[in-house]
Nanobody, 124 residues
Framework: QVQLVESGGGLVQDGGSLRLSCIAS????????MAWFRQTPGKEREFVAA????????PYADSVKGRFTISRDNGKNVLYLQMNNLKREDTAVYYC?????????????????WGQGTQVTVSS
């Protein structure tokens, strides 16, 4: 059974940093695209960043470019999201997702596996 488990969320002040982790189990995703999405109440799940399994392509949402960095440790089957200079509008539940192939897509419906989410709250 495939599981994605996020951790690292929490409460941080405006301008602060957090690093989210997503540990995958049940299969390896070395060659698969993995991504981060986020969601706030009443809104659709929003793309944040993605990492193609083979590397070399890591798109970001415009709202996080230059502040967030996605990375992965294939040996440990872990996906990371380093978030710097956090802003109040980054407050959301952050989800880890994975596809069954290496195509990089930015719509939530294209992903086959999801974690349970981790809350990130940025206060002023």
């Amino acid at each position: 059974q495939v599981q994605l488990v996020e951790s690292g969320g929490g409460l941080v002040q405006d301008g602060g940093s957090l690093r989210l982790s997503c540990i995958a189990s049940g299969r390896t995703f070395t060659r698969n695209t993995m991504a981060w999405f986020r969601q706030t109440p009443g809104k659709e799940r929003e793309f944040v960043a993605a990492f193609r399994g083979s590397g070399g392509f890591t798109p970001y949402a415009d709202s996080v470019k230059g502040r967030f960095t996605i990375s992965r440790d294939n040996g440990k089957n872990v996906l990371y999201l380093q978030m710097n200079n956090l802003k109040r509008e980054d407050t959301a539940v952050y989800y880890c997702a994975a596809r069954s192939d290496s195509e990089v897509l930015i719509v939530a419906g294209a992903y086959d596996y999801w974690g349970q989410g981790t809350q990130v709250t940025v206060s002023s």
